[in-house]
T-cell receptor
Framework: NAGVMQNPRHLVRRRGQEARLRCSPM?????VYWYRQLPEEGLKFMVY????????ESGMPKERFSAEFPKEGPSILRIQQVVRGDSAAYFC??????????????FGQGTRLTVV | GNSVTQMEGPVTLSEEAFLTINCTYT??????LFWYVQYPGEGLQLLLK?????DKGSNKGFEATYRKETTSFHLEKGSVQVSDSAVYFC??????????FGEGTQLTVNP
């Protein structure tokens, strides 16, 4: 049973370009979470999605950032017109549900975005 | 929403020393509590968890007890190893919500 798969592991973009980060949750998991980790900081929640629905996007910047989790395929975190301050590690996690027994979140290895 | 206060790092210990990393949280309900560990260049791995008051989570010699009265979930290990060097994150999770992470505590264990 493969874990949470994120790709690419490393992504370099020039200022103004678009970044697309992909996350395939663990098999059987329908809940996906995106977190951002700035250098020397903890993880900050960005968005929580279920298939075809955004449940909580309270941590997403209001502009340039969007996320989706389609019926088929991976979840995508999209950053338009990247700026240097977007440079960070972006982690995806998935879980089977929200009940007490299945809330354990499994993390991917992250995508390290560098904006030059 | 939830918030977490973690012991500030970095923490530097000698091998076989006793480790405590404090964690206190605020939550509107009764969250499940998790400790995650992040090794250099890697994602987070679940270290241990507790889902209700007085539960003790344990793994790889690490332990933490869910203390509802003090809203704490302190991480302990009796004898640390060099391989325990990593960043440790405390995180409460309320049902139907998402993990809220502390700032993380960097642990370095010297031989």
């Amino acid at each position: 049973n493969a874990g949470v798969m994120q790709n690419p592991r490393h992504l370099v973009r020039r200022r103004g370009q678009e970044a697309r980060l992909r996350c395939s949750p663990m098999k059987g998991h329908s809940h996906v979470y995106w977190y951002r980790q700035l250098p020397e900081e903890g993880l900050k929640f960005m968005v929580y999605l279920q298939k075809e629905n955004i449940i909580d996007e309270s941590g997403m910047p209001k502009e340039r950032f969007s996320a989706e989790f389609p019926k088929e395929g991976p979840s995508i975190l999209r950053i338009q017109q990247v700026v240097r301050g977007d440079s960070a590690a972006y982690f995806c996690a998935s879980s089977a549900g929200t009940g007490v027994l299945n809330t354990e979140a499994f993390f991917g290895q992250g995508t390290r975005l560098t904006v030059v | 929403g939830n918030s977490v206060t973690q012991m500030e790092g970095p923490v530097t210990l000698s091998e076989e020393a006793f480790l405590t990393i404090n964690c206190t949280y605020t939550a509107t309900g009764y969250p499940s509590l998790f400790w995650y560990v992040q090794y250099p260049g890697e994602g987070l791995q679940l270290l241990l968890k507790a889902t209700k008051a007085d539960d003790k989570g344990s793994n790889k010699g690490f332990e933490a007890t869910y203390r509802k009265e003090t809203t704490s979930f302190h991480l302990e290990k009796g004898s640390v190893q060099v391989s325990d060097s990593a960043v440790y994150f405390c995180a409460p999770l309320e049902r139907g919500s998402r993990l809220t992470f502390g700032e993380g505590t960097q642990l370095t264990v010297n031989p």
